[in-house]
């Protein structure tokens, strides 16, 4: 599971650039519900200048390389009702052992001592029963979950899961939200990003990055700059038009038509706040969560 996290300010730790890449990939024949071979697809990320990515087959282990971009090991682990996960670790003989295991408690458990970073996929994919927010509250132990998910674009339901990913923040449970294309198909590629401030661009230091909070997610906002000084926060993007400061339980704290927003984190009561970007078109971007400790 995460390392620690530093939970007042994920993005204290500022060695390094700024990698965008996407963890939720799948890769025909391996995935069933895929059209697109590894080696086009690695070929289409890389065309989509994606400086790292994961091959996240359904149960199922694909090793791959190429050059310009940084391979991160991952299986897509699901069960017959609905849950689906993700799960990303330099150690592949725990991603083997886990895609074998056969119910989402005991994967869950399984994975709750190894250095691998867990992810709840596509909350708000309306297939049933998936994750309702009790469920999600009653699971533990995991990373994050899916605030966005792209191929839910095109299927039943939302691709934005914010309010399930606040219902567990207020609930204070410490879970960081991810985006992803979920990509299937050609025209897949590029709904989404995760962009990780590393110290280096290899696999252990990116995937360790992510598993302490220091990234941000972007359906094509970019953002220049995060950080935390004392109880003033500044988000700085490249061309949002308006900046959210979002507080307990999703409630809209302030909002400035902007591509900025310096934030006072004791003017608002609630345990956390985070930051959402809205730019051109439908273009979107989020923060994680600040938590007042």
Same mark, same amino acid.
């Given at each position: 599971?995460?390392?620690? /996290?530093?939970?007042?300010? +994920?993005?204290?730790?500022?060695?390094?650039?700024?990698?965008?890449?996407?963890?939720?990939?799948?890769?025909?024949?391996?995935?069933?519900?895929?059209?697109? *071979?590894?080696?086009?697809?690695?070929?289409?990320? /890389?065309?989509?200048?994606?400086?790292?990515?994961?091959?996240?087959?359904?149960?199922?282990?694909?090793?791959?390389?190429?050059?310009?971009?940084?391979?991160?090991?991952?299986?897509?682990?699901?069960?017959?009702?609905?849950?689906?996960?993700?799960?990303?670790?330099?150690?592949?003989?725990?991603?083997?052992?886990?895609?074998?295991?056969?119910?989402?408690?005991?994967?869950?458990?399984?994975?709750?001592?190894?250095?691998?970073? /867990?992810?709840?996929?596509? +909350?708000?994919?309306?297939?049933?029963?998936?994750?309702?927010?009790?469920?999600?509250?009653?699971?533990?132990?995991?990373?994050?979950?899916?605030?966005?998910?792209?191929?839910?674009?095109?299927?039943?339901?939302?691709?934005? %899961?914010?309010?399930?990913?606040?219902?567990?923040? %207020?609930?204070?449970?410490?879970?960081?939200?991810?985006?992803?294309?979920?990509?299937?198909?050609?025209?897949?590629?590029?709904? %989404?990003?995760?962009?990780?401030?590393? +110290?280096? @661009? =290899?696999?252990?230091?990116?995937?360790?990055?992510?598993?302490?909070?220091?990234?941000?997610?972007?359906? *094509?906002?970019?953002?220049?700059?995060?950080?935390?000084?004392?109880?003033?926060?500044?988000?700085?993007?490249?061309?949002?038009?308006?900046?959210?400061?979002?507080?307990?339980?999703?409630?809209?704290?302030?909002?400035?038509?902007?591509?900025?927003?310096?934030?006072?984190?004791? @003017?608002?009561? *609630?345990?956390? /706040?985070?930051?959402?970007?809205?730019?051109?078109?439908? =273009?979107?971007?989020?923060?994680?969560?600040?938590?007042?400790?």
């Amino acid at each position: 599971m995460s390392v620690s /996290v530093n939970w007042s300010n +994920p993005y204290a730790d500022r060695r390094g650039r700024w990698y965008k890449g996407n963890l939720h990939t799948h890769t025909s024949p391996a995935s069933d519900c895929a059209k697109v *071979g590894v080696e086009r697809v690695l070929d289409l990320y /890389v065309q989509a200048r994606y400086e790292f990515l994961a091959i996240s087959d359904h149960k199922a282990l694909t090793v791959a390389a190429r050059k310009g971009l940084v391979l991160i090991s991952g299986v897509e682990w699901h069960s017959p009702a609905g849950e689906h996960t993700g799960i990303y670790s330099l150690d592949q003989d725990a991603l083997k052992a886990a895609v074998a295991i056969p119910d989402h408690e005991s994967l869950l458990g399984y994975l709750a001592d190894k250095d691998a970073l /867990v992810i709840l996929n596509h +909350p708000n994919w309306q297939a049933t029963p998936h994750y309702r927010r009790e469920q999600l509250d009653r699971k533990t132990p995991f990373d994050g979950i899916e605030v966005y998910n792209g191929v839910i674009e095109r299927l039943e339901g939302s691709s934005v %899961a914010t309010d399930k990913w606040d219902y567990l923040l %207020a609930k204070d449970r410490r879970v960081l939200g991810f985006a992803s294309d979920d990509s299937h198909v050609e025209g897949d590629v590029g709904l %989404a990003a995760i962009v990780v401030r590393s +110290p280096a @661009r =290899s696999p252990r230091s990116i995937l360790g990055a992510l598993r302490r909070g220091n990234f941000y997610c972007s359906t *094509g906002v970019g953002v220049i700059d995060i950080r935390r000084e004392g109880d003033l926060i500044a988000f700085q993007t490249e061309d949002g038009q308006e900046i959210q400061a979002i507080g307990q339980g999703g409630v809209l704290v302030e909002r400035v038509r902007s591509a900025s927003m310096s934030f006072d984190i004791s @003017r608002t009561a *609630g345990r956390y /706040v985070r930051f959402a970007a809205y730019g051109p078109g439908s =273009s979107m971007a989020w923060t994680q969560p600040f938590f007042r400790e």
